[in-house]
C-alpha cells in the first residue's frame, strides 16, 4: 500500500496547464497500489478579495471539493491538505487556521510556508522567492510554534545551502511537527552545475545535523525537478527506473539511514516531477532502491509515516 505524501492540483489559470483529480488518478493508478494522497499548497484558486491573510483560504475549499469527489470514485482518496498561511503573523496566524480549517470539511492537516530564496533565480526554473532570512524571523518562529501548540505540521521548500537555517528554526520549535520536503533541493544547474560535488559533501553533513532534531520528518521525493540539474525534461527520452535508481540512490539512502523509516515518507511532488519521470517508473525506481529493507520498514516509509504524520 502506498499513501503520496506530496502532490499539488491547479486549473490552467493558476500555472498555464492544468492538474486535476482525473490526472491524478491517471498517475497514481498507473501500476501501483497508492490509496490516499495529500495535497500540498501550490498557490492555486486563492480568493481575489477579502483580507490578504484569508485569500489562501481559497485553495483549501478548491481542494476540499475535489477531495469530496476522490471519495467516491475510483481512484485514491485525496486524504489530507497541506494549506499555506503567513507564519510571520505569528500567534495571529490563527484566525487563518480555524478559517482553513473550517474550508477544510475535516482534511486540512497543516502550513506549508516556504522559505526558498533564489540567490540565483535567472537560472532557476521554479525559482523560490521567500525573504533572505525567513527562518530566523522572530515572527515567523512563533506562527510556527503556534502550529505545533494547535497539533498541525509545518514543512518547508527551500534549497540545499539553507538546510542550516531551516535546522536552527526546527531546534526553536521542538513541540512542532516539522517536514523537509524534497531533499532541502539540492541544486544542479547555472553555477550550481560545476558545484555537484561540493554541494552533495556539505548536503551529507547537513541532512545529518538535521535529523539530530526528533521532530524533523523527511519527505523522500523532489529531486527529479529541472533545477536539480538531471536534464531528464530536455532528454530525447525519460529515464528508466535504473537510471533514476543511479542518478538518485545515493541522496534517499543517506537521508534514510539519517532519519530511519521511521521518520521518513516517499513522496511524487506531481506534477513538478512529472517533466522529468512518470509516476509508474518513479515508484518502480523507489521501490528498487528499498528492495533490501524489511518489509516493516518499507511499509513505514510507503504509507506508515505520512499517515502517522498526517493524521490520515
Known amino acids: 500500500m502506498i499513501v503520496d505524501p506530496h502532490h499539488h492540483l491547479w486549473r490552467s489559470d493558476d500555472h498555464g496547464s492544468e492538474y486535476l483529480l482525473d490526472d491524478l488518478w491517471a498517475d497514481t493508478g498507473s501500476g501501483h497500489r497508492v490509496e490516499a494522497t495529500v495535497f500540498v499548497e501550490c498557490g492555486a484558486q486563492y480568493r481575489t478579495d477579502g483580507p490578504e491573510e484569508l485569500r489562501p483560504v481559497g485553495e483549501t475549499e478548491f481542494v476540499a471539493a475535489i477531495a469530496a469527489d476522490s471519495e467516491v470514485g475510483p481512484g485514491s482518496r485525496i486524504a489530507g491538505i497541506v494549506a499555506h498561511a503567513d507564519l510571520t503573523l505569528g500567534d495571529a496566524v490563527e484566525e487563518v487556521l480555524a478559517a482553513h480549517e473550517e474550508a477544510g470539511r475535516g482534511l486540512f492537516r497543516g502550513i506549508r510556508h516556504a522559505g526558498a530564496h533564489a540567490e540565483h533565480p535567472e537560472v532557476l526554473m521554479i525559482p523560490g522567492g521567500a525573504p533572505l532570512g525567513l527562518f530566523a524571523d522572530e515572527a515567523f518562529r512563533s506562527g510556527v510554534r503556534h502550529l505545533g501548540s494547535l497539533g498541525y505540521t509545518y514543512e518547508s521548500w527551500h534549497y540545499h545551502n539553507q538546510i542550516t537555517e531551516f535546522t536552527?528554526?526546527?531546534?526553536?520549535?521542538?513541540?512542532?511537527?516539522?517536514?523537509?520536503?524534497?531533499?532541502?533541493?539540492?541544486?544542479?544547474?547555472?553555477?550550481?552545475?560545476?558545484?555537484?560535488?561540493?554541494?552533495?559533501?556539505?548536503?551529507?553533513?547537513?541532512?545529518?545535523?538535521?535529523?539530530?532534531?526528533?521532530?524533523?520528518?523527511?519527505?523522500?521525493?523532489?529531486?527529479?525537478?529541472?533545477?536539480?540539474?538531471?536534464?531528464?525534461?530536455?532528454?530525447?527520452?525519460?529515464?528508466?527506473?535504473?537510471?533514476?535508481?543511479?542518478?538518485?540512490?545515493?541522496?534517499?539512502?543517506?537521508?534514510?539511514?539519517?532519519?530511519?523509516?521511521?521518520?521518513?515518507?516517499?513522496?511524487s511532488n506531481f506534477p513538478v516531477d512529472k517533466l522529468s519521470v512518470s509516476y509508474r517508473v518513479l515508484y518502480n525506481a523507489l521501490k528498487k532502491m528499498v528492495a533490501d529493507f524489511s518489509s516493516d520498514e518499507r511499509a513505514r516509509m510507503f504509507a506508515g509515516t505520512a499517515t502517522e504524520a498526517y493524521g490520515l
Open 168 to 267: 536552527a528554526l526546527a531546534r526553536a520549535a521542538p513541540d512542532t511537527a516539522i517536514i523537509l520536503d524534497h531533499f532541502g533541493t539540492p541544486l544542479g544547474v547555472g553555477p550550481y552545475a560545476s558545484q555537484r560535488d561540493e554541494i552533495f559533501a556539505a548536503w551529507r553533513e547537513d541532512i545529518a545535523e538535521l535529523a539530530r532534531c526528533p521532530n524533523v520528518l523527511a519527505k523522500l521525493g523532489g529531486l527529479a525537478m529541472p533545477d536539480n540539474g538531471f536534464d531528464w525534461h530536455m532528454a530525447d527520452r525519460p529515464p528508466t527506473s535504473d537510471e533514476v535508481v543511479a542518478a538518485h540512490r545515493d541522496h534517499y539512502l543517506h537521508t534514510i539511514d539519517c532519519f530511519g523509516p521511521e521518520r521518513c515518507m516517499f513522496e
